[in-house]
Structure formats: C-alpha cells, structure tokens
C-alpha cells in the first residue's frame, strides 16, 4: 500500500477512467497547493491522463494481480532458459507465455466492455505488445504491475523503453513477480516426472551404448532441432507483433489522413464564404458612408429649421405682447 502521498494521490487517479482523470487531478493538485503543499501540486498537476491501451492495463494489474503476476514470473523463467540454452524448456515458456497473454487479453475485453469502453483493434494491439513487454524485463513488469501506466510499451528485442511510462515516479517491484508456489509446483512436477522416469528408462536400456559417435551425433541433432524450433517459435511471435503494430500505425496513419482531408475541406469552405461576405461587405460599407453623411446633413437641417422656428415664435409672442 503506498503511504508517500504523490504515490497515494497517483494510485488514486489512474484507478480512475481516462474522461474523468484531468478533473480529478486538477482538484487534487488545488487541494494541496490550498494546503500549502506546492511541490506536491505541482508533481500531481503534472501526472498525464492515461492512453486508452494503458487504462485497460492498468486494470488488468488491479483486478487480476496474480494473472499479472503469473505473466512476469515467467519473465524469470525465460531469461533462465535462454541463460542455460535449453531449448525445450524455453519453447514450451513460450508457449506458455502465449497462452497467459491470451487469457489476459479476453479479460482486458472484459473488463473495457463491463465498462462500456469497447477497445478497437489497435488499442487491444497496444495491450497485447504491453502485456508482452512485460514478460521481457523486471522492470517492465514492475512498470505494468504498478496500475499507473501512462502509455503501452512495447518489447525491442530484451529492451524495452519505460521513459514517461509511469505516472508518479518510478514503480517499486511488482506486486507478485513469481508464481503462486502450487502453481510452480504442479508445473514442476507435470514437467519433470516423465522426463526422469525417461531417463532412468535410457540409462537401463542403452547404458554405455549411448557414448556411441552415432548416438551423439543424433543427440546434437535433437538439440539442434529444439534450437530451431524455439527460434522459429519466437520469430514468428515478433512477426505477429510487428504485424499488429503495422496494422495499428496503418489505422492511425489512415485517421489523421481523414482529420486533415476534412479539415482542408473545411478550410477551402471557410475561405469561400469569407470571400462571399467581403464581396457584400464592399458595396455595404459605402452605403453606411452614404448614409451617415445623409444623416449628418439631416441633423444640421433639423438644427437651423428649429432655430428659424423659435425665432419666428419669439417675434410673433413679441408683437402679440
């Protein structure tokens, strides 16, 4: 639970919808800047609303942690796999990794709709390259598990750039980055029984048979071929990433062509009306001349006949008398 209270005040905000971010974030930074707390409402008036991609993550991280959680554990087990060149284990961590991130990504579908925020295609694309991403580093699992993204990530290789990713200064470690211990277990335990009971089999049935230049020859093949099918396995999971990302860059290029189609429409109609409204401007103009000086002439007009009156009345009132 965080106690600092930028920490707090950011935990608060980005538990929040993105339309109703940008008020509540300007009311808590008045709060405390009436407080006389000005860098605290400064840092919070800072705090950026958060991408449509990022919202949905960061309600994955507080309403499912431990699937969160499940999913950066197996970061750890990747990197070992990769470390030690096992290729096996790492094929089937990624399988693994696949099947995680699908069930999130059901759950992210979920939870937008349960809100009456159906996601498109290319905000889902966001998600799933940033639930992706944070399988690739501790700190990039650190960063979604805060529930305080500010925009999607997305894995470069093992990289991943977490500049202005999170609201509120850094994450501290995840929530959970391992797996539940009977989950760990269970897993251990489907995944080692047959491979040891296998190799007592080997041992009894080929003995020293296997140092054969054949038999080895045919165990670096195996290995080859695992090598193969690991890397097969994860370039074809970056070939769908970049297709997604493609797709989503596409969508976005489309959008803004159609914003600036329509507003040069918009700016073509303007400056035909504006040349409308000079053309009747003109001759009105030198009517309004026209007539001011007619009314000035008026005016003066006016002036000497009521002078000429009072004086004939005056003379008339003079005689009378």
């Known amino acids: 639970m965080a106690t600092d209270p930028m920490a707090v005040a950011a935990d608060a905000l980005y538990a929040l919808v993105p339309e109703e971010f ?30 449509p991609a990022a919202w949905i993550v960061n309600r994955l991280a507080r309403d499912e942690p431990d699937r969160v959680g499940d999913l950066t554990g197996l970061g750890g087990e990747l990197a070992e796999a990769q470390a030690a060149g096992d290729g096996r284990a790492l094929g089937a961590l990624v399988a693994e990794r696949r099947e995680v991130v699908g069930d999130l990504m059901r759950l992210a579908s979920s939870l937008a709709d349960a809100a009456d925020r159906t996601p498109s295609r290319a905000v889902l694309d966001e998600v799933e390259q940033t639930l992706v991403a944070a399988s690739v580093s ?13 925009r999607a990530l997305r894995a470069v290789g093992v990289e991943v750039d977490l500049a202005g990713a999170v609201g509120g200064g850094e994450p501290g470690p995840p929530r959970r ?38 038999e080895r020859a045919e165990e670096a093949a195996r290995h080859e071929r695992e090598r193969l099918e690991t890397a097969l396995a994860e370039a ?74 009072d004086e004939a009345e005056a003379a008339v009132a003079e005689l009378d008398s």
């Open 22 to 51: 940008t008020a509540a974030r300007n009311e808590r930074a008045a709060d405390a800047r009436a407080a006389g707390e000005k860098a605290l409402a400064k840092e919070i008036g800072a705090l950026r609303r958060p991408s």
């Open 138 to 150: 501790a700190e990039a699992g650190a960063a979604v598990a805060s529930g305080r993204l500010v």
């Open 177 to 214: 980055l391992g797996r539940r211990p009977s989950e760990r277990a269970e897993r251990g335990t489907r995944a080692e029984r047959p491979e040891r009971s296998g190799k007592r089999a080997d041992g009894a049935s080929r003995g020293a048979a296997r140092t054969t230049a054949a």
């Open 236 to 309: 074809r999971e970056r070939a769908d990433d970049d297709v997604h990302a493609l797709a989503a860059a596409s969508a976005r290029l489309d959008d803004a062509r159609r914003r600036f189609d329509d507003l040069e429409t918009e700016r073509d109609e303007l400056e035909r009306r504006l040349s409308e409204v000079r053309d009747v401007l003109r001759p009105a103009e030198r009517e309004v001349r026209i007539a001011t000086r007619a009314h000035e002439s008026a005016v003066a007009e006016a002036a000497h006949s009521a002078r000429a009156r």
